[in-house]
């Protein structure tokens, strides 16, 4: 059902860098703002970027998020065994719909 | 504090009826859309539907649209999903989140739903 694409996986050792891609279209994330959910095993996602680059209150600046077109990013530096978790890039299409995309799941090597 | 708390497990036959719900409290209820969303096994997040606690506007994505209703209750600050006649395929982790603008910002414990003869 999802129209967002998003990587499977994506893995690096602990203190790398990962970025996941999110890809969509003029109809979501071309003309709506893009966050990004973590999902760690077992508990409900949480929000860790909205509109496009901002971090909530919490959120360490090791996450970022970037969005150009209809693609979006989330990089996570400083990669810890704490980030092992699924991520999702969500956003709203021309029919006021949310959507979210595949799902990524970061393993730290 | 803000917090959504979800109402308990359940584990219902096919045919059976069910209404799961959600409760809003730190924030004001009636200002800040609710969505659902559905969690299948194993499985990525998808968006069921919103609701605006005020006037009840509620909106249903495509694929959720006939299959289940939406709904809130204002006065008691909680919000609902429900089914008329569930299906195995119901079977799945539902959650709750508010809307704090176009993005999820507070989301339930999450709720399962187990749907078996």
């Known amino acids: 059902q999802s129209v967002l694409t998003q990587p499977p996986s994506v893995s690096a050792a602990p203190g790398q860098k990962v970025t996941i891609s999110c890809s969509g279209s003029?109809?979501?994330?071309?003309?709506?703002?893009v966050s990004w959910y973590q999902q760690l095993p077992g508990t409900a996602p949480k929000l860790l970027i909205f509109?496009?680059?901002k971090r909530p209150s919490g959120i360490p600046d090791r996450f970022s998020g970037s969005k150009s077109g209809t693609s979006a990013t989330l990089g996570i530096t400083g990669l810890q065994t704490g980030d092992e978790a699924d991520y999702y890039c969500?956003?709203?299409?021309?029919?006021?719909?949310?959507?979210f995309g595949t799902g990524t799941k970061v393993t730290v090597l | 504090e803000v917090q959504l708390v979800q109402s308990g497990a359940e584990v219902k036959k096919p045919g059976e009826s069910l209404k799961i719900s959600c409760k809003g409290s730190g924030y004001s209820f009636t200002t800040y859309w609710i969505g659902w969303v559905r969690q299948m096994p194993g499985k990525g997040l998808e968006w069921m539907g919103i609701?605006?606690?005020?006037?009840?506007?509620?909106r249903y994505s495509p694929s959720f649209q006939g299959q289940v209703t939406i709904s809130a209750d204002k006065s008691i600050s909680t919000a609902y999903l429900q089914w008329s006649s569930l299906k195995a395929s119901d079977t799945a982790m539902y959650y709750c989140?508010?809307?704090?603008?176009?993005?999820?910002?507070?989301w339930g414990q999450g709720t399962l739903v187990t749907v078996s003869s």
């Open positions: 989140a508010r809307l704090g603008g176009y993005e999820s910002d507070y």
């Open positions: 609701i605006y606690p005020r006037d009840s506007d509620t």
């Open positions: 509109e496009n680059n």
């Open positions: 003029s109809s979501n994330i071309g003309n709506n703002y």
């Open positions: 969500g956003t709203w299409d021309s029919s006021l719909s949310g959507v």
